[in-house]
């Protein structure tokens, strides 16, 4: 069984965190919704600060809910969202997609949101949700496609930032256009039974833009993303600032406009 071998290229500073926390089970997993019921167990991988997984804990109240993520540190906010909502029936732990700690058939649901684009070995990770998925449960997959990413206006440098990110992210052993690759890894995985769909993010409002152009200024100087792309020689901090700066100047543009396309998966196991 392969193991982790990629790098969470976006790591876990407060600019990427607060991208995270404004997932919810409606924008993120919409697709999934209609297939759980309220006695499901339900794996979610890739938790980060919890806000999807305590969303579908209260959509399972008789079930139950487990959290993963390769990172302890990003746990403890997920434990305190959690208290928060006064979710329950959700416990949060650390492993790897991988080679997960749980026995054949541990869950009716499976699910992972922007995962699979940073792991080592998609298939691999595939093919261990649907080990630990019992028969006839559903594993869940949804990735965005840095390649199907688009804006207006053309402001200087948004090109520059999309070419870097896609760079920085093979380097770093991931698959950023992921989102196009889901069915085939899912029938490479063995699953036979597929329902295929896309869905986007999109912000184009000046509380939108402001909160979209903002992380992703703040990312690209001061996150692990920025690190990487530094260190690897990929960019320079210059070149970094400048990229900064062409987001700011995108979300002032009144006529603004970005969308992200997710592709998404559910697999019948």
Known sequence: MAHETAVYTHGHHESVLRSHRWRTAANSA?????QLRADH????????????????AALVPQGSVTGLDAAAGVLEQARATARERGVTNVAFTTGDVHALDFADGSFDVVHAHQTLQHVGSPVDALREMRRVCAP?????VRD???GGMFWYPEVPGM??????????A????????????????????????VTVSTST????????????????????VASSYASVAVDGGIATTEELRRI??????????????????HGEILCRA
């Open 170 to 193: 093979q380097a770093n052993g991931g698959v950023p256009d992921a989102g196009r690759r889901l069915h085939a890894w899912a029938r490479e995985a063995g699953f036979t039974d």
């Open 201 to 220: 993010w999109c912000f184009s409002t000046p509380e939108e833009r402001a909160w979209w152009s903002g992380l992703w200024a703040d990312r690209t």
């Open 41 to 56: 167990r339900v794996l979610d991988i890739g938790c980060g600060p919890g806000t999807i997984t305590a969303d579908l």
């Open 136 to 140: 006839g449960g559903v594993v869940a």
């Open 159 to 168: 090109a520059e930032w999309l070419d870097l990110y896609r760079r920085v």
């Open 244 to 261: 900064a700066d062409a987001w700011r100047a995108w979300g002032q543009e009144e006529d603004g406009w970005f969308t992200v396309v």
């Open 30 to 34: 919409g697709y999934l919704l209609d």
């Open 144 to 146: 965005a496609d840095y």
